[in-house]
Each structure stands twice: as C-alpha cells, then as structure tokens.
C-alpha cells in the first residue's frame, strides 16, 4: 500500500529554520515527481515546490523562492523540504504528495496525499 508520511514541523521564530521530511512505504519514491503542498486555515490547498523524476525540472512558489528547497534521497526513499528565513505567513500544514507526472505544481496534479504536519512561525 502507497503510503506517505510527514514529520518535522514545529514551533518555529520568525527568521528560523526547518526541515520537514517525507518517508514514502510501499512503493520507490524515485519513480515518482514529488510535490510539497500547504493549507493556512482558511485559505486554499497551495503548491509550494515540486520536483520531476530525477529532479530534472524544480519549481517554487515565488513566495518560497530563495528560502525553501526540495530535495530527495533515494537510498533512504525519502524527500525532503528545507525552509529558511521562515515568516509568519508560512504559517500551515504542510503536505507532501507524488504523481507520476505533472506540469504545473497545483494540488490537482497529485495523488497519494500524506497527512500532514504543522509547521507555525511565531514570535
């Protein structure tokens, strides 16, 4: 069974640093584009950056671009998101997700949805 699951988030300060981690069983997260997602409360699900197989092709949100970046390690079949300079307005739960392709990083374009983690930046 095709399982994600996500860890790191946390109580951050503004300006503080996280890495958040995606632990994919069941299937080779190397065969797969991955995309990492939010959701504020109250606001729609958002894309924040997505890879292709082999990471060939990286996108970010431009409110992310400069501070956050998307990785994966394939020995471990993990992916991974490092976020730096975090604002209070980064500020939600955030979701990793696969797809076997995609050409825009929208919710849309990906299924097999982790459950989760919440990442707060405050003071």
């Known amino acids: 069974q095709l399982q994600l699951a996500e860890s790191g988030g946390g109580l951050v300060q503004p300006g503080g640093s996280l890495r958040l981690s995606c632990v994919a069983s069941?299937?080779?997260?190397?065969?797969?584009?991955i995309g990492w997602f939010r959701q504020a409360p109250g606001k729609e699900r958002e894309g924040v950056s997505c890879?292709?197989?082999?990471?060939?092709?990286?996108e970010y949100a431009d409110s992310v671009k400069g501070r956050f970046t998307i990785s994966r390690d394939n020995a471990k079949n993990t992916a991974y998101l490092q976020m730096s300079s975090l604002k209070p307005e980064d500020t939600a739960v955030y979701y990793c997700?696969?797809?076997?392709?995609?050409?825009?990083?929208?919710?849309?374009?990906?299924?097999?949805w982790g459950q989760g983690t919440q990442v707060t930046v405050s003071s």
């Open positions: 997700a696969v797809a076997s392709l995609f050409r825009k990083c929208v919710p849309q374009a990906f299924g097999s």
């Open positions: 069941g299937f080779t997260l190397n065969y797969y584009a």
């Open positions: 890879t292709t197989v082999g990471s060939g092709r990286t």
